[in-house]
Protein backbone atom coordinates (compact mmCIF):
# COMPACT_ATOMS: atom_id res chain seq x y z
CA UNK A 1 0.00 0.00 0.00
CA UNK A 2 1.70 3.32 -1.06
CA UNK A 3 1.57 5.76 1.66
CA UNK A 4 1.44 8.70 0.00
CA UNK A 5 0.30 8.57 -3.99
CA UNK A 6 0.28 10.76 -6.87
CA UNK A 7 -1.35 10.73 -9.86
CA UNK A 8 -0.31 11.02 -13.07
CA UNK A 9 3.32 10.43 -12.75
CA UNK A 10 4.07 12.01 -15.78
CA UNK A 11 2.41 14.81 -17.75
CA UNK A 12 3.64 16.09 -20.84
CA UNK A 13 1.01 19.15 -22.02
CA UNK A 14 1.33 22.50 -24.15
CA UNK A 15 1.61 25.76 -23.11
CA UNK A 16 -1.88 27.80 -22.33
CA UNK A 17 -2.96 24.24 -20.88
CA UNK A 18 -4.67 23.15 -17.85
CA UNK A 19 -3.93 20.33 -15.93
CA UNK A 20 -4.52 18.98 -12.56
CA UNK A 21 -2.50 16.35 -10.39
CA UNK A 22 -4.30 14.39 -7.79
CA UNK A 23 -2.87 13.63 -4.43
CA UNK A 24 -3.81 10.88 -1.62
CA UNK A 25 -2.20 10.02 1.66
CA UNK A 26 -3.73 6.85 3.59
CA UNK A 27 -1.27 7.73 6.95
CA UNK A 28 -4.03 9.28 8.45
CA UNK A 29 -2.21 12.06 8.53
CA UNK A 30 -3.72 15.43 9.17
CA UNK A 31 -1.33 17.93 7.20
CA UNK A 32 -0.71 17.85 3.34
CA UNK A 33 1.69 19.94 1.14
CA UNK A 34 3.01 20.65 -2.47
CA UNK A 35 6.11 20.95 -3.36
CA UNK A 36 8.34 22.12 -6.81
CA UNK A 37 11.89 20.83 -7.31
CA UNK A 38 13.20 22.55 -10.05
CA UNK A 39 15.75 20.96 -12.56
CA UNK A 40 18.55 22.10 -10.11
CA UNK A 41 16.93 19.69 -7.95
CA UNK A 42 16.21 22.69 -5.42
CA UNK A 43 12.77 21.70 -3.62
CA UNK A 44 10.31 24.49 -2.87
CA UNK A 45 7.29 24.45 -0.84
CA UNK A 46 4.27 25.85 -2.40
CA UNK A 47 1.15 24.96 -0.19
CA UNK A 48 0.48 23.36 3.06
CA UNK A 49 -3.09 22.41 4.08
CA UNK A 50 -4.31 21.11 7.58
CA UNK A 51 -7.52 19.61 8.33
CA UNK A 52 -8.83 20.99 4.37
CA UNK A 53 -7.45 24.43 5.69
CA UNK A 54 -4.73 26.65 3.85
CA UNK A 55 -1.72 26.99 5.73
CA UNK A 56 1.00 28.55 4.01
CA UNK A 57 0.94 29.93 0.50
CA UNK A 58 4.76 30.54 -0.50
CA UNK A 59 3.73 33.51 -3.08
CA UNK A 60 2.48 30.72 -6.17
CA UNK A 61 1.62 32.50 -9.30
CA UNK A 62 -2.26 32.17 -8.43
CA UNK A 63 -2.49 30.01 -11.58
CA UNK A 64 -1.79 27.24 -9.27
CA UNK A 65 -5.07 26.73 -7.26
CA UNK A 66 -4.81 23.63 -4.51
CA UNK A 67 -7.79 22.23 -3.08
CA UNK A 68 -8.60 19.41 -0.41
CA UNK A 69 -11.72 18.34 -0.72
CA UNK A 70 -11.00 16.18 2.46
CA UNK A 71 -7.99 15.93 4.79
CA UNK A 72 -6.72 12.58 2.85
CA UNK A 73 -7.03 14.29 -0.74
CA UNK A 74 -4.94 17.45 -1.92
CA UNK A 75 -5.02 18.32 -5.79
CA UNK A 76 -3.63 20.94 -7.16
CA UNK A 77 -4.79 22.37 -10.36
CA UNK A 78 -2.74 24.79 -12.81
CA UNK A 79 -4.47 26.91 -15.44
CA UNK A 80 -2.86 28.56 -18.51
CA UNK A 81 0.33 26.41 -18.38
CA UNK A 82 3.87 28.53 -19.22
CA UNK A 83 7.47 26.64 -19.87
CA UNK A 84 8.77 27.48 -16.74
CA UNK A 85 6.13 25.32 -14.58
CA UNK A 86 8.01 22.19 -16.02
CA UNK A 87 9.16 20.52 -13.10
CA UNK A 88 8.72 17.93 -10.18
CA UNK A 89 6.04 18.38 -8.12
CA UNK A 90 5.84 16.46 -4.86
CA UNK A 91 2.81 15.93 -2.56
CA UNK A 92 3.73 15.12 0.96
CA UNK A 93 1.87 14.71 4.26
CA UNK A 94 2.93 14.62 8.02
CA UNK A 95 1.17 13.74 10.78
CA UNK A 96 0.04 17.04 12.56
CA UNK A 97 0.72 20.97 11.76
CA UNK A 98 4.22 21.69 13.15
CA UNK A 99 5.30 18.60 12.89
CA UNK A 100 7.39 18.24 9.82
CA UNK A 101 8.22 15.17 9.52
CA UNK A 102 7.59 14.80 5.99
CA UNK A 103 6.68 11.98 3.46
CA UNK A 104 7.01 12.01 -0.40
CA UNK A 105 4.57 11.17 -2.59
CA UNK A 106 6.80 9.83 -6.17
CA UNK A 107 6.46 12.61 -7.80
CA UNK A 108 4.51 14.17 -11.23
CA UNK A 109 7.02 15.47 -13.91
CA UNK A 110 5.19 17.84 -15.55
CA UNK A 111 6.39 18.84 -19.17
CA UNK A 112 5.81 21.85 -20.97
CA UNK A 113 6.03 22.20 -24.41
CA UNK B 1 22.56 34.51 2.46
CA UNK B 2 20.78 31.28 1.39
CA UNK B 3 18.16 30.12 3.85
CA UNK B 4 19.84 26.49 3.80
CA UNK B 5 22.90 25.82 2.91
CA UNK B 6 25.02 22.68 1.17
CA UNK B 7 27.77 21.85 -0.66
CA UNK B 8 25.92 20.64 -3.71
CA UNK B 9 29.03 18.08 -4.51
CA UNK B 10 29.67 15.58 -6.10
CA UNK B 11 31.07 14.01 -3.05
CA UNK B 12 32.94 11.19 -3.46
CA UNK B 13 34.21 8.58 -1.21
CA UNK B 14 35.11 5.09 -1.03
CA UNK B 15 33.08 2.06 -0.17
CA UNK B 16 33.61 1.40 4.02
CA UNK B 17 34.85 4.73 4.53
CA UNK B 18 33.04 7.50 6.96
CA UNK B 19 30.98 9.94 4.67
CA UNK B 20 30.51 13.61 6.50
CA UNK B 21 27.90 15.59 4.68
CA UNK B 22 27.41 19.20 5.97
CA UNK B 23 24.74 21.87 6.25
CA UNK B 24 24.51 25.52 7.71
CA UNK B 25 21.60 27.84 8.33
CA UNK B 26 20.61 31.57 8.69
CA UNK B 27 17.44 31.50 11.10
CA UNK B 28 18.65 31.25 14.58
CA UNK B 29 15.07 30.50 15.32
CA UNK B 30 14.80 26.81 13.63
CA UNK B 31 13.93 24.42 15.76
CA UNK B 32 14.22 21.04 13.89
CA UNK B 33 16.73 19.59 11.19
CA UNK B 34 15.92 16.36 9.30
CA UNK B 35 18.12 14.61 6.61
CA UNK B 36 16.45 13.51 3.25
CA UNK B 37 18.26 11.10 0.45
CA UNK B 38 17.20 11.10 -3.00
CA UNK B 39 18.15 8.81 -4.95
CA UNK B 40 17.93 9.64 -8.89
CA UNK B 41 14.54 10.35 -10.55
CA UNK B 42 12.85 9.16 -7.11
CA UNK B 43 10.87 11.28 -3.73
CA UNK B 44 12.82 12.17 -1.16
CA UNK B 45 12.28 9.82 1.71
CA UNK B 46 13.36 10.70 5.49
CA UNK B 47 16.26 9.34 7.26
CA UNK B 48 17.41 11.21 9.93
CA UNK B 49 15.85 13.97 12.00
CA UNK B 50 17.17 16.13 15.20
CA UNK B 51 16.05 18.35 17.47
CA UNK B 52 18.92 18.86 20.16
CA UNK B 53 22.56 19.97 20.03
CA UNK B 54 24.47 16.93 20.18
CA UNK B 55 24.74 13.43 18.30
CA UNK B 56 21.68 11.39 17.17
CA UNK B 57 22.60 8.14 16.21
CA UNK B 58 20.48 5.35 14.18
CA UNK B 59 22.40 2.20 12.95
CA UNK B 60 25.58 3.38 10.32
CA UNK B 61 23.77 7.45 10.15
CA UNK B 62 24.55 9.71 13.08
CA UNK B 63 23.36 13.28 12.57
CA UNK B 64 24.91 16.15 14.79
CA UNK B 65 23.47 19.39 15.48
CA UNK B 66 25.30 22.36 16.51
CA UNK B 67 22.99 25.32 17.29
CA UNK B 68 25.54 27.85 18.19
CA UNK B 69 27.09 27.40 15.22
CA UNK B 70 24.02 27.27 13.13
CA UNK B 71 25.43 23.54 11.61
CA UNK B 72 24.28 20.41 10.69
CA UNK B 73 25.88 17.29 9.58
CA UNK B 74 24.93 13.47 8.09
CA UNK B 75 27.77 11.04 9.29
CA UNK B 76 26.98 7.87 6.94
CA UNK B 77 29.53 5.10 8.37
CA UNK B 78 30.68 2.04 6.66
CA UNK B 79 29.38 3.50 3.43
CA UNK B 80 27.88 1.42 0.60
CA UNK B 81 27.20 1.90 -3.10
CA UNK B 82 23.51 1.61 -2.05
CA UNK B 83 24.71 5.24 -0.36
CA UNK B 84 25.24 7.18 -3.39
CA UNK B 85 22.31 9.50 -3.80
CA UNK B 86 21.30 12.86 -3.18
CA UNK B 87 21.42 13.88 0.48
CA UNK B 88 18.91 16.94 1.31
CA UNK B 89 19.11 19.29 4.81
CA UNK B 90 16.16 20.62 5.70
CA UNK B 91 15.21 22.92 8.44
CA UNK B 92 12.01 23.30 10.44
CA UNK B 93 11.24 27.26 11.13
CA UNK B 94 8.11 29.74 11.09
CA UNK B 95 5.77 30.86 13.72
CA UNK B 96 3.70 28.06 15.82
CA UNK B 97 0.80 26.80 13.46
CA UNK B 98 2.59 28.07 10.25
CA UNK B 99 5.94 25.89 10.60
CA UNK B 100 7.58 24.71 6.96
CA UNK B 101 10.25 22.87 5.77
CA UNK B 102 13.27 24.74 4.08
CA UNK B 103 15.25 22.30 2.25
CA UNK B 104 18.91 22.55 0.91
CA UNK B 105 19.90 22.20 -2.73
CA UNK B 106 21.16 19.12 -1.59
CA UNK B 107 24.75 17.37 -2.04
CA UNK B 108 25.24 15.05 -4.05
CA UNK B 109 27.16 11.52 -2.65
CA UNK B 110 28.87 8.75 -4.56
CA UNK B 111 30.50 5.75 -3.07
CA UNK B 112 32.93 4.33 -5.19
CA UNK B 113 34.04 0.12 -4.89
Known amino acids: DTAVSQTPKYLVTQMGNDKSIKCEQN?????MYWYKQDSKKFLKIMFS???????INETVPNRFSPKSPDKAHLNLHINSLELGDSAVYFC????????????FGQGTRLTVV | QKEVEQNSGPLSVPEGAIASLNCTYS??????FFWYRQYSGKSPELIMF????GDKEDGRFTAQLNKASQYVSLLIRDSQPSDSATYLCAVNKGDFGNEKLTFGTGTRLTIIP
Open chain 2, 27 to 32: DQGSQS
Open chain 1, 92 to 103: ASSQFQGNTEAF
Open chain 1, 49 to 55: YNNKELI
Open chain 1, 27 to 31: LGHDT
Open chain 2, 50 to 53: IYSN
